[in-house]
C-alpha cells in the first residue's frame, strides 16, 4: 500500500535551516509528483510546490520562493525539503503528498506531518 | 491566486443530512477536490474532480459543483464524521485551499 514517511519533528533556532524528508513506498516514485503543504497553527493549509522525482521539475507558490528548497532522491525514493532563514512565521507542521496529474491534479496520499518549531 | 471561500462552521445533528460550501472567485471548471482533517490527523482525500468519490469512502459523501460554487454533502452525518473539510483548486497555480469548515455537533 502506498506510504509517505516523514522524519520527525524539529525544533530549531532562527535564521538556521531546517531540512525534511518524506520517504515513498508502495508505488513507483518516479511516477507521481510531491507537493509540499504547510499548516500554521490551528490555520489552514497553505501549497509550498512540487517536484517531479523523474525529472526534478518543480513549481512553487511564489510566496515560497526562496523560503523553500525541493529535491529528491531517486534511488531511496525519497523527497527532501529545505527551509531557510527560518522565523517563528515558519512554524507550522509540513506534510508531503502523492499528487495525482492523469487528468486533474490532487493529493491523494499525504505524509504524516513534521512538525517544525521555531525558537531560540 | 484563487481564493476558496468556505463558511467558519456548521452544528448538526447525527442522521442529518449536511452540506459544506465552497466558492472560488474565479472558475475553476471541475478541478476542485474536498478533503477531511481530523484532529491531530493529516488530511485525507473525500471527492476529487468535484464529484468523484475516493476509492474507500463511504458513499454517505458527495460532490458536486463547476464554476465557482461547490458543495460537500453528507448524508447521514455520523460521529466519525466530525472533522474540518477543506476545499482545494488546481485549476491554476498555485494550488489554494479554503479556510475550512467545522463541523460541530448540536
Known amino acids: 500500500q502506498v506510504k509517505l514517511l516523514q522524519s520527525g519533528a524539529a525544533l530549531v533556532k532562527p535564521g538556521a535551516s531546517v531540512k525534511m524528508s518524506c520517504k515513498a513506498s508502495?508505488?513507483?516514485?518516479?511516477?507521481?509528483?510531491v507537493s509540499w503543504v504547510k499548516q500554521s497553527h490551528g490555520k489552514s493549509l497553505e501549497w509550498i510546490g512540487e517536484i517531479y522525482p523523474n525529472s526534478g521539475a518543480t513549481n512553487f507558490n511564489e510566496k515560497f520562493k526562496g523560503k523553500a528548497t525541493l529535491t529528491v532522491d531517486k534511488s531511496t525514493s525519497t523527497a527532501y525539503m529545505e527551509l531557510s532563514r527560518l522565523t517563528s512565521e515558519d512554524s507550522a507542521i509540513y506534510y508531503c503528498?502523492?499528487?495525482?496529474?492523469?487528468?486533474?491534479?490532487?493529493?491523494?496520499?499525504w505524509g504524516q506531518g513534521v512538525m517544525v518549531t521555531v525558537s531560540s | 491566486d484563487t481564493v476558496l471561500t468556505q463558511s467558519p462552521a456548521l452544528a448538526v445533528s447525527l442522521g442529518q443530512r449536511v452540506t459544506i460550501s465552497c466558492r472560488a472567485s474565479k472558475s475553476v471548471s471541475t478541478y476542485m477536490h474536498w478533503y477531511q482533517q481530523k484532529s491531530g490527523q493529516q488530511p485525507k482525500l473525500l471527492i476529487y474532480s468535484a464529484s468523484n468519490l475516493e476509492s474507500g469512502v463511504p458513499s454517505r459523501f458527495s460532490g458536486s459543483g463547476s464554476g465557482t460554487d461547490f458543495t460537500l454533502t453528507i448524508d447521514p452525518v455520523e460521529a466519525d464524521d466530525i472533522a474540518n473539510y477543506y476545499c482545494q483548486q488546481s485549476n491554476e497555480l498555485p494550488y489554494t485551499f479554503g479556510a475550512g469548515t467545522k463541523l460541530e455537533l448540536k
Open positions: 508502495g508505488y513507483t516514485f518516479t511516477d507521481y509528483w
Open positions: 503528498t502523492r499528487d495525482v496529474t492523469t487528468v486533474v491534479p490532487y493529493f491523494d496520499y
